[in-house]
């Protein structure tokens, strides 16, 4: 069954540094999304990203945070300035499309640790 | 801002037995709604989704939907060891992000 990949699993990073976490949505998808769960918290939004532009974004998604998709596979989360705050697990997750009964299918993660 | 509430839990249910999992959500304007489980450490892994009032049944998963109410419940039928995990659920309204509650943690006794 075809998967949502994400690289790295974990990553520990100097604060103030820059990040980019990388995934490779289900080939068919048209929808992509970052999510973060602060250890013992709720799974949230970061945004969602269609046809080369972000749809929707959350509070959460300031301007330290941006995405990209570089090439017709690879779909990227950079933070630019690392906050201590930022420590989370990073889940990308993608669908066929955003309506409906379209399920969106998770990544295994990637853990951030800020220090 | 959509609020998604779960029971708290833990939920501790014996081996065999009957898992039931609530969930409130406060957007009547939501259409899509999801039980996701995630094992400790691990992603939310979709079970269960459902968009209509009634149930539906997968397995040994029924997931249950009042829009009336802003219910939607999950139970699991002869509960396993391997069903201890935490069980997510989420909803989405017409837009792209799904709303995530805390999860109720459910832990199967041998």
């Known amino acids: 069954e075809p998967e949502v990949t994400q690289t790295p699993s974990h990553q520990v990073t100097q604060m103030g540094q820059e990040v980019i976490l990388r995934c490779v949505p289900i080939?068919?998808?048209?929808?992509f999304y970052w999510y973060r769960q602060i250890l013992g918290q709720k799974v949230e939004f970061l945004v969602s990203f269609y046809n080369n532009e972000i749809s929707e974004k959350s509070k959460i998604f300031d301007d330290q945070f941006s995405v990209e998709r570089p090439d017709g596979s690879n779909f990227t989360l950079k933070i630019r300035s690392t906050k201590l705050e930022d420590s989370a697990m990073y889940f990308c997750?993608?669908?066929?499309?955003?309506?409906?009964?379209?399920?969106?299918?998770f990544g295994d993660g990637t853990r951030l640790s800020i220090l | 801002q959509k609020e998604v509430e779960q029971n708290s839990g833990p939920l501790s249910v014996p081996e065999g037995a009957i898992a039931s999992l609530n969930c409130t959500y406060s957007?009547?304007?939501?259409?899509?709604f999801f039980w996701y489980r995630q094992y400790s450490g691990k992603s939310p892994e979709l079970i269960m989704s459902i968009y209509s009032n009634g149930d539906k049944e997968d397995g040994r998963f029924t997931a249950q939907l009042n829009k009336a109410s802003q219910y939607v419940s999950l139970l699991i039928r002869d509960s396993q060891p391997s069903d201890s995990a935490t069980y997510l659920c989420?909803?989405?309204?017409?837009?792209?992000?799904?709303?995530f509650g805390a999860g109720t943690t459910v832990t199967v006794r041998a």
């Open positions: 957007d009547r304007g939501s259409q899509s």
């Open positions: 080939s068919n998808h048209l929808y």
């Open positions: 989420a909803v989405k309204g017409e837009d792209y992000k799904l709303s």
């Open positions: 997750a993608s669908s066929k499309l955003s309506t409906g009964n379209q399920p969106q299918h």
